[in-house]
């Protein structure tokens, strides 16, 4: 199946004759054998099977395939959220006196995760600016440095990251480029076909896109060659002692990335997304490419809209004409990039607050790029635990609004934002 349209509603689960035409629910912790040994197998990683969904399980194997094949890439997995696929695809390279780069235009739970947790595991976290030159960000790395990390769309400040340049620049110092693709998903992106090594996304967001499941992924390419770089990541190139000395990369190739992921952290950390939540996410992957479309309609007409309003301070969204980041935004998300516009308000950050708060038909939440429109302020929500210079370091203006713009009717969006404008 070449195009992805196709793939949203056919892959993963391939039904035989007689079987369920939708995916099951697996919902069962475990998995029965005939044989110890059988068993024993599979706790060696010598066969293939379930025995304990904290590992595996068959309905969230089924979506991870779908979306492993969306992105192209050639194995994936499944997690709780969308905060542990990203700590698992770091922490799955990354040892304790690591360290690992970081745009600081990421979304702020990660910042977190990376720059604070992290931290205290003995991973240092280097954040860098997406505007600085090879040059500058070639001073940050160490000897230690072991990936670089970047969304393809930041959250909240919907810049587009240049992911060509960032993977060669980090394959030229023998390193992966990791990308979270949670706001442009496959439909409108993807980065594998530029260069990037793995993918994450927040399968909560638009993949969902029912505000429903919470939910992560993890896609690997398959292409960076960890042998190649075998002092640099033991974890892949050694052996792995709580299975028998198992070396992954040497014996599962291209599937060593998240056989180690699935084997050795989720077997440790257990954040398994459970099988009714995959179901959820299946079907919201289903009408994925439908839904894209219009959300970036909807979305660029509201930009527009904003733009030209007298009221509003300034405007950020890629696919508007003189948008800084528009000429990326065609190269890598030429059918558009999300439904997330970001905008100030005169005024300043009070003025920002009481517009919000006029809103009758959107909604103030947490969350962000479902079928409902939905907004926040994020100096004062998701990035309320920043400083306001790390505010400033990751672009987030004190004014900054978040619209998640939906896909109702276009002139019901524009409507409430004209009222809680005052028009």
Not at 16 to 39: H, W
Not at 42 to 55: I, K, N, Q, V
Not at 189 to 200: F, L
Request: proline letters at 4%; a negative charge; glycine letters at 8%.
């Amino acid at each position: 199946m070449s195009h992805i349209e196709t793939q949203c509603i056919h892959e993963g689960w391939k039904p035989a004759q007689g079987e369920p035409r939708q995916l099951p629910i697996y919902q069962s912790t475990t998995f029965k054998y005939d044989t110890s040994d059988a068993m024993g197998k599979l706790f060696d990683l010598e066969a293939e099977g379930y025995f304990y969904t904290r590992l595996q399980n068959p309905t969230n194997d089924a979506v991870a395939a779908k979306i492993t094949a969306m992105e192209g890439g050639y194995a994936g997995m499944l997690t709780s959220s969308g905060q542990a696929a990203n700590f698992y695809a770091v922490f799955n390279i990354c040892e304790c006196g690591d360290s690992f780069l970081a745009s600081s235009s990421i979304y702020g739970g990660t910042f977190n995760l990376f720059g604070t947790t992290m931290k205290k595991m003995g991973i240092e976290c280097i954040f860098y600016d997406q505007s600085m030159t090879d040059e500058e960000i070639e001073a940050l790395m160490k000897p230690n440095t072991k990936c670089m990390f970047g969304e393809t769309i930041t959250n909240p400040t919907v810049g587009i990251f240049d992911i060509e340049r960032f993977a060669k620049l980090a394959h030229k110092h023998g390193m992966p480029l990791i990308i979270d693709n949670t706001f442009a998903t496959p439909i409108n992106c993807r980065p594998i076909e530029w260069g990037a090594d793995i993918v994450t996304h927040s399968t909560t967001k638009y993949m969902d896109g029912h505000a429903t499941a919470v939910g992560g992924a993890i896609i690997d390419s398959g292409n960076f060659d960890w042998m190649a770089y075998a002092d640099r990541f033991p974890g892949l190139t050694t052996p792995d002692e709580s299975y028998h000395g198992i070396t992954y990369a040497a014996k599962f190739g291209k599937a060593a990335y998240i056989t180690k992921a699935t084997s050795q952290l989720m077997r440790d950390f257990g954040s398994i997304p459970s099988p009714q939540n995959s179901f959820y996410l299946n079907l919201g992957l289903e009408s994925l490419h439908v839904r894209m479309e219009r959300h970036c309609s909807n979305a660029l007409a509201v930009a527009k809209f904003l733009k030209d309003n007298e009221k509003v301070a300034w405007v950020h969204y890629a696919d508007l004409e003189g948008d800084e980041y528009h000429d990326l935004a065609k190269k890598y998300c030429p059918k558009g990039t999300c439904g997330v516009v970001a905008f100030g308000i005169k005024g300043g950050r009070q003025a920002s607050i009481e517009f919000m708060d006029k809103l009758q038909f959107a909604s103030i939440v947490t969350h962000v790029a479902d079928a409902k429109t939905c907004l926040l302020h994020p100096a004062s929500h998701t990035h309320r635990q920043m400083t306001d210079e790390q505010l400033i370091e990751a672009g987030v203006a004190p004014d900054l609004i978040r619209l998640s713009v939906g896909i109702e009717n276009i002139d019901d969006i524009i409507n409430d934002l004209k009222q809680a404008l005052g028009q």
